[in-house]
């Protein structure tokens, strides 16, 4: 036939495999806040919220310099500029992992860096592995590709590092990639050197990719440190997916990259095929590109810190109060900007789940936490550390209300954080 | 087999198809300029490149107004802010095709706009019908979804008007959308409201939703009216892509739009999945976003008028001098920044292509126009007019040379423009 009978315009499966669980859980929970009390959002992954944390003023500067210069309104390589592109390349080479401009991919935003890695490895029939508790943009990406994810277990009893048995036993054929998230969010997990090298070891056994979602780099609690996984083995190819979003305070300005660090040649064609598809929407905008020098080499570091020990000062806080609420058990992070609590459910035997147990939050309390389910965890819920001091006190009494009033039971023993 | 044996990490066909033809002529292209005589790049769709076109100072400080108020740094939603889709909804509202803030859809550029919509709407086993000579992004976009793109000709002694014979013969029952380019790339046609009317006939007839490439909206010449096609058939589903690149010299800034035009309510299930798909990279900058208000409703109708009027010198000027070259024939444009020049092949017996003819006159006059090929025509080259008038004027003398130089034989009739 030619043409269609009727108006039935329908969408590509790709476009309805492009699922985001996390909208979809959020838009069907009820969550109407206590009406004599404000809403106290502790959902939401964006640090600019609340007004507490700003962009660092020589970055502001550098975007306005940027823009009144006039010279970066044109069109740039899809792969981004090569002052940006280099601007990048010395903010991420460390020992063990150098990186050029040439293996730059500049993307708008970290999610479409993650966009492009899966773009390129994952075809119909293969899998990802991918963590759980975990950013279900890894998911939503590579379903409509038409390949699986795989969950591997972090172990919340292990500052939730990754089961290794675990991960390694859904190794097969056709896995295509291990998208490692470090620092974790929702986990606010920071993995230590020895825990990387051994996740890149069994990379390395079977010769598997590593997609590294590390948006949060250097976003570490004082006396933590940050690695990224290319610097602990020098055969594992990897594609570090970045971007200002997280550490510099500016999820709006969509500047992400992603940084191939290619290893025995492996990753020659899916650099090739990165560059390929960086045309598909050329790039990030070039305002930001044109400051990108400036705000890497020149943000003071006393930015970072100031940032860090807010939220610190918040992640401590936080779990010293939450410890104390009946039937809650926190585990403390390292870093990023959340933090995990487990919901002893017997404890709270009206709730069936941690959805329930939020959405009663909500209704009772006007504090709102995601749920585990958004992170494909069940009995936890996420809090965001990003909040002013006072409002995350408020929360914590609200929250230590909200326990008391319903919880039944004893207190379990808690996990150690340091176990 | 658990995992690989070899480091042999394969991208994706996805990936492998996504091929840009103008990129890869280029880059095998011989484009070796005179070492006498500085080059002229007739070649670059980027208005911005001579510094002749400049953005509107308003619109700079409206940017600039955006990032120092620090409201802007923040998450938006993926389809983009409240705010600027409206600011959209009223920009691209016209009689006959209203549009409102929920039908936007804030994107990277409008190649990010063409990008989902072919996502949405192009599957494995699908065509689309897209104009010949065209801008080759749709069939980039098109051929990674396995989806086949069908050429229907542009009558270049018509003023590029559509062969709707043509096209109607392509329709079939796996075509998805006709893609319209007005004005176009690189014909640097306008459509009249009776050709638009008919275009929308066949699409009606067979029932199949149009993928309007408008991102040269309002760019046209003193005398010549721009009419979206949506605003012609009242019952024609459109996704109507535009942005700020062309119209405002902002090709750097990524920012698009798609509007979507339901009609029947046609388009429910895809405009829901292109809200999905927009959560894959999370559109647009938020500084460009928060700046859009004021760009759209406030730049002086002087600054359009202005980059018209010196596109249009150019184009007659050009359009004359060319008449004059033997062997060449000019196709009079009505808009956007683009003239289309037919090569008489016959009477350059020494070139066997488009392209070697371009080629040559790199060589010979540092003068570098694209050749018809990247748009996939035959013996024609594209001029870009957005130079300035001097370097046209330079342009047009040294064409001139290489065609006395290279020219044998009559030169053959014109093809009036107006014919
Ligand atoms: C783990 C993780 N990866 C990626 C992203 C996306 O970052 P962007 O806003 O740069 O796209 C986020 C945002 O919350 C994130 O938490
Ligand atoms: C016809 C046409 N469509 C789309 C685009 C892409 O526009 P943008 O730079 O906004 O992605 C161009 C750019 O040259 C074009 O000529």
């Not at 010395?90 to 020992?95: D, F, G, K, L, Q």
């Not at 095929?273 to 050329?282: A, G, K, P, Y």
């Amino acid at each position: 036939m030619k043409g269609r009978a009727t108006w039935d315009v329908r969408a590509t499966n790709f476009a309805k495999k492009t699922f985001n669980p996390i909208r979809d859980i959020v838009e069907n929970m009820n969550i109407t806040p206590h009406p004599d009390k404000p809403m106290i959002a502790l959902s939401i992954g964006d640090p600019t919220v609340f007004g507490n944390l700003r962009p660092a003023e020589s970055v502001v500067d550098a975007v306005v310099d940027s823009v009144r210069s006039g010279k970066n309104n044109g069109y740039v390589p899809a792969t981004g500029t090569l002052q940006a592109r280099q601007a990048i390349a010395e903010y991420m080479t460390c020992p063990g992992a150098p990186v050029e401009a040439k293996d730059v991919i500049i993307c708008s935003g970290c999610s479409c860096s993650l966009d492009l890695c899966v773009s390129v490895l994952c075809s119909p029939g293969s899998s990802i592995l991918v963590p759980r508790p975990g950013f279900p943009l890894y998911t939503t990406l590579a379903e409509g590709f038409g390949c699986t994810s795989k969950y591997y277990n972090l172990l919340p009893e292990k500052n939730w590092q990754v089961d290794l048995v675990h991960l390694e036993s859904l190794v097969d054929d056709t896995t295509v990639a291990i998208v490692i998230n470090n620092p974790s969010n929702p986990c606010g997990s920071v993995f230590p050197k020895s825990h990387l090298r051994a996740i890149a070891d069994i990379a390395v056994k079977y010769k598997i990719p590593i997609i590294a979602d590390e948006i949060y780099d250097n976003f570490v609690f004082e006396g933590e440190e940050y690695h990224p996984i290319a610097s602990v083995h020098p055969e594992l190819p990897v594609l570090a997916c970045g971007g200002l979003t997280k550490r510099f305070l500016v999820p709006g300005w969509r500047m992400g990259w992603i940084a191939v660090h290619d290893r025995n040649g492996a990753m020659q064609e899916v650099l090739g095929c990165l560059r390929t598809l960086s045309q598909r929407i050329i790039g990030s905008n070039t305002i930001v590109q044109g400051a990108l020098p400036d705000i890497l080499s020149k943000t003071p570091q006393s930015f970072f810190d100031d940032t860090l020990k807010q939220i610190q000062v918040n992640a401590r806080y936080c779990y010293e109060s939450v410890q104390k609420m009946p039937g809650l058990t926190p585990i403390l992070p390292q870093g990023a900007m959340y933090m995990m609590v487990r919901i002893n459910m017997d404890e709270f035997p009206e709730f069936a789940t941690d959805l329930e147990f939020v959405e009663a939050m909500v209704a009772e309390e006007s504090v709102f936490c995601l749920p585990g389910k958004c992170f494909n965890i069940k009995n936890f819920f996420r809090i965001v550390l990003t909040v002013p001091e006072e409002t995350m006190k408020v929360a914590c009494q609200r929250m230590t209300s909200f326990c008391i009033a319903h919880h039944t039971g004893q207190k379990q023993t808690k996990i150690h954080e340091d176990s």
